[in-house]
Nanobody
Framework: QVQLVESGGGLVQAGKSLRLSCEAS????????MVWFRQVSGKEREFVAG???????AYSDSAKGRFTISRDNAEDTVYLQMNNLKPEDTATYYC????????????????WGQGTQVTVSS
């Protein structure tokens, strides 16, 4: 059974850092692109960063230069290192997966975790 479990969220002050983790099981991790999205209540789920199965990465404009996505295929885990956090980064962060794919639309991804909350205070 496919499972994605996020962890690492919390409450931090602006300018601080967090590292999110997403542990995957139930599918061939290395063949799947792994992506982080975030969502604020009442808003559409928003692309943050992607680690493609082909080896490349991508970032939203807001994440570029501050966040780094990485993956450990041996441990079936994808990470999101978030530095210089801002209050506008406050959201629930989700990881998602799709085999052999590159895309930024949340509705293209079939596998999702339950999310981890990130709150950045000013």
């Amino acid at each position: 059974q496919v499972q994605l479990v996020e962890s690492g969220g919390g409450l931090v002050q602006a300018g601080k850092s967090l590292r999110l983790s997403c542990e995957a099981s139930g599918f061939t991790f290395s063949r799947h692109s792994m992506v982080w999205f975030r969502q604020v209540s009442g808003k559409e789920r928003e692309f943050v960063a992607g680690a493609w199965s082909s080896g490349g990465t991508a970032y939203s404009d807001s994440a570029k230069g501050r966040f780094t996505i990485s993956r450990d295929n041996a441990e079936d885990t994808v990470y999101l290192q978030m530095n210089n956090l801002k209050p506008e980064d406050t959201a629930t962060y989700y990881c998602a997966a799709r085999p052999g794919f590159q895309g930024r639309s949340w509705y293209d991804y079939p596998y999702w975790g339950q999310g981890t909350q990130v709150t950045v205070s000013s």
